[in-house]
Every structure is written in structure tokens, then in C-alpha cells.
């Protein structure tokens, strides 16, 4: 089973998106809701794989997103607003937009954690 970080500032969004995975066989083994304690949990916790949204209450995730890429870990965006912040990975990167479905996240995940 596959560990999951999941930075999201909408509690709802956050339960929802737990549930969802674990539908899909992962488990989420940390949540931040703002950036101080995602750029902590993103340095301090064991993880496969994140998921980041996009603006946390107005403040962008890119930093969480560098972290990541320091300690080489794989993530993907989650947004409503089209696309991931300036300065983000090109590409590369799967992006949700938001709202996703089910089978959405299913395909955003294993091409995450197969790459």
C-alpha cells in the first residue's frame, strides 16, 4: 500500500479526497491544511507520493512542491484554477482539475506512483 501526503486547505475537500484513495488502495499518512505545516509534514514524513493544491488559502503551494523535488519525491497538482503555479515542473506533472472523479484520481495516482 502506497502512503500518501495530501496538502489541501479545504477540510471537505481533504476528507473527501482521503476517502477516495483509499477506495483506491492507498493510504494518506499526513495532511497539512496550510503551508507552514505542509512544508513541515513535507520534510519530516515518510511518504510515496503527495497531492498539492494549488493556492492554499491564498498562498501557493510551490514551495511544498520544491521541497518535494529536493527530496525527490513524485506529486501532483489539484486544482480549480486550470493550472499549476508559475515556476511549478512543466508538464511533467499529472494535474486534477477540480472537481475530479474516482476514476480521474485512479489514473492521475498510478501514473504518479508508477513513473
Given amino acids: ?57 491564498g498562498q501557493s503551494s510551490l514551495p511544498v512542491a520544491k521541497l518535494l523535488d529536493e527530496r525527490g519525491k513524485p506529486y501532483l497538482y489539484a486544482t480549480g484554477y486550470g493550472t499549476p503555479p508559475d515556476g511549478s515542473r512543466p508538464s511533467t506533472l499529472p494535474v486534477l482539475q477540480k472537481p475530479f472523479q474516482l476514476s480521474e484520481l485512479e489514473q492521475a495516482m498510478k501514473r504518479l506512483t508508477e513513473a
Avoid at 502512503?3 to 484513495?21: H, K, Q, R, S, Y
Avoid at 493510504?27 to 493544491?53: G, H, Q
Fill in 1 to 57: 500500500m502506497k502512503d500518501i501526503f495530501i496538502v489541501e486547505d479545504d477540510t471537505l475537500i481533504a476528507m473527501l479526497l482521503e476517502d477516495m484513495l483509499a477506495d483506491l488502495g492507498y493510504r494518506v499518512c499526513a495532511s497539512a491544511p496550510d503551508l507552514e505545516r505542509a512544508l513541515t509534514a513535507a520534510r519530516d514524513t515518510e511518504f510515496d507520493a503527495a497531492i498539492l493544491d494549488v493556492s492554499l488559502a
